[in-house]
């Protein structure tokens, strides 16, 4: 059942990402063209990737997905919510899945 809503998760980022150019302040916004693009080119790994590898490491749901390019650099950012309602913030390169910050009370699966 966890990996079925997860599955559908995934599914409803990409969806949102074929609708809407996902932005963040300071990189540049990504299209969902150049997405594809990026993924096709294998310069990022699929986000189901990152999701699963995320959701095995690290305590709590993943509530957002996002996907960011800045100077050639692409990551994803994920917000995970976990049981004690601390959100914080995972930022993944997006080609090889290495964790390059955090913010907040990252909790780790032991």
Same mark, same amino acid.
């Given at each position: ?16 990402? *074929?609708? /809407? ?13 150049? /997405? ?13 990737? $990152? ?8 305590? *709590? ?9 800045? /100077? *050639? ?6 917000? $995970?919510?976990?049981?004690? *309602? ?11 899945? /290495?964790?390059? +910050? ?7 699966? +032991?």
């Amino acid at each position: 059942m966890r990996l079925r809503k997860s599955l559908l998760f995934a599914c409803l980022v990409m969806v949102s990402l *074929g609708s /809407a150019t996902v932005t963040r302040a300071d990189p540049s916004p990504v299209s969902s063209d150049r /997405a594809r693009a990026a993924l096709e080119a294998g310069l990022i790994l699929p986000l189901e990737t $990152l999701f699963r590898s995320v959701e095995r490491h690290y305590v *709590g749901r993943i509530i957002e997905a996002e996907l960011h390019e800045s /100077a *050639g650099v692409w990551s994803y950012e994920f917000e $995970l919510l976990p049981m004690n *309602g601390a959100i914080y913030e995972l930022e993944l390169d997006a080609r090889t899945g /290495a964790v390059l +910050r955090s913010k907040g009370p990252v909790q780790v699966k +032991r």
